[in-house]
C-alpha cells in the first residue's frame, strides 16, 4: 500500500470498518482518562462558579494541563510505535522513504503544536 492509498484508508474507512490506529489497543484507557480529565474541567468550571480562590482555581488548571500533556505525549508515543514503524516496513524502498518522512514530519508537527 502506498502512502496515498493508506492515507485515503485512513480518511475514509470501508462501511462498517475502524481503522486501526497505534493508540487503537490503548483506547479505553485513554477514554477513562479523558473522562477523568473532563470531570475535572466541570470542577473548575463550578469552582469558579462558586468564586473559588484563583490560586485553588489555577492549581486545578495545571492539574489538568499536566493531565492532557500526559495523553498527548502517549499519543504521540503510539503514533511513532505505530505509524512511523510501519511505514518503515513498507515493501517499496522509495515508497518507504516517503511514507517515513510523511509520518515523522505528522509526529513533529504534532509535537510542535504541544510545545506551543
Known amino acids: ?6 492515507s485515503a484508508t485512513e480518511a475514509a474507512p470501508a462501511a462498517g470498518s475502524t481503522p486501526e490506529h497505534g493508540y487503537t489497543g490503548n483506547k479505553e484507557a485513554y477514554l477513562r482518562r479523558l473522562k477523568r480529565i473532563e470531570g475535572q ?13 484563583c490560586i485553588d482555581i489555577l492549581t486545578q ?8 500533556h500526559a495523553v498527548s505525549l502517549g499519543l504521540v508515543e503510539e ?4 505509524c512511523v514503524v510501519g511505514a518503515a516496513s513498507e515493501s517499496d524502498p522509495e515508497l518507504r522513504a516517503e511514507a517515513i518522512d510523511i509520518k515523522v514530519k505528522e509526529a513533529a508537527d504534532a509535537i510542535g503544536r504541544l510545545l506551543r
Not at 500500500?1 to 493508506?6: A, D, P, W, Y
Request: aromatic residues 4%.
Open 41 to 53: 474541567v466541570r470542577g473548575i468550571a463550578r469552582m469558579v462558579d462558586e468564586d473559588k480562590y
Open 1 to 6: 500500500m502506498n502512502v496515498e492509498e493508506e
Open 79 to 82: 503514533h511513532i510505535g505505530h
Open 61 to 68: 488548571v495545571s492539574a489538568v494541563t499536566k493531565a492532557l
